[in-house]
């Protein structure tokens, strides 16, 4: 079972120019998540989604949109990077949502790199 | 505001004990997460506390007080492998993770 899986591994990109970042899982959780990790903060919520056809906003939500079409695909855009956008991300998927124990379970991440 | 707080960096000895602490202050609680993430991987589930009290699973414990704000991961028989970083987080009255930035802990022989 491949669980959830992230591409690309790794991007260098340039400043002000767009890119997707795909997140696909085939474990039929209602809910994903995309976060990003930078060194010395903990995981901070970009976007998510309690289940397909919806999304909400995190706490660090500017600059990046994503979509759900379906259950499986919850791919993140950035639409005109920035440096600051230099981070790991990491999209995550459990379950459902609003309730107690809903462990989440991460990809691999994509290490962006803008310039 | 929002605030988790654990130690930065720990060490520790190969076959010892060790504790990890973790504090907090979120609007709500509806539980507190503990996992596990080596250097260059993904966070994977340690531990789940909603109520006071230690919960075990083998070598691995964690323990909850609500009206202190206050949990634990405690790792026995400490091995090289458990040299990672570990994430406190804390679900929220929205149901929303809030993550520590993580304890990395360092086992040396």
């Known amino acids: 079972t491949a669980g959830i899986t992230q591409a690309p591994t790794s991007q260098i990109l340039a400043a002000g120019r767009s890119m997707t970042l795909r997140c696909t899982q085939d474990m039929r959780h209602n809910a994903m998540y995309w976060y990003r990790q930078d060194l010395g903060l903990g995981l901070r919520l970009i976007h998510y989604?309690?289940?397909?056809?919806?999304?909400g906003k995190g706490e660090v939500p500017d600059g990046y949109s994503v979509s759900r079409a379906n259950t499986d695909d919850f791919p993140l855009t950035l639409a005109s990077a920035v440096p600051s956008q230099t981070s790991v991300y990491f999209c995550?998927?459990?379950?459902?949502?609003?309730?107690?124990?809903?462990?989440?379970?991460f990809g691999p991440g994509t290490r962006l790199t803008v310039l | 505001g929002q605030n988790i707080d654990q130690p930065t960096e720990m060490t520790a000895t190969e076959g010892a004990i060790v504790q990890i602490n973790c504090t907090y202050q979120?609007?709500?609680?509806?539980?507190l997460f503990w996992y596990q993430q080596h250097a260059g991987e993904a966070p994977t589930f340690l531990s789940y506390n909603v109520l006071d009290g230690l919960e075990e699973k083998g070598r691995f414990s964690s323990f909850l007080s609500r009206s202190k704000g206050y949990s634990y991961l405690l790792l026995k028989e400490l091995q090289m492998k458990d040299s990672a970083s570990y994430l406190c987080?804390?679900?929220?009255?929205?149901?929303?993770?809030?993550w520590g930035a993580g304890t990395k802990l360092i086992i040396k022989p």
């Open positions: 989604s309690n289940t397909a056809g919806t999304t």
């Open positions: 987080a804390v679900l929220d009255s929205n149901y929303q993770l809030i």
């Open positions: 979120t609007s709500g609680f509806n539980g």
């Open positions: 995550a998927s459990s379950p459902a949502s609003g309730r107690g124990y809903n462990e989440q379970f």
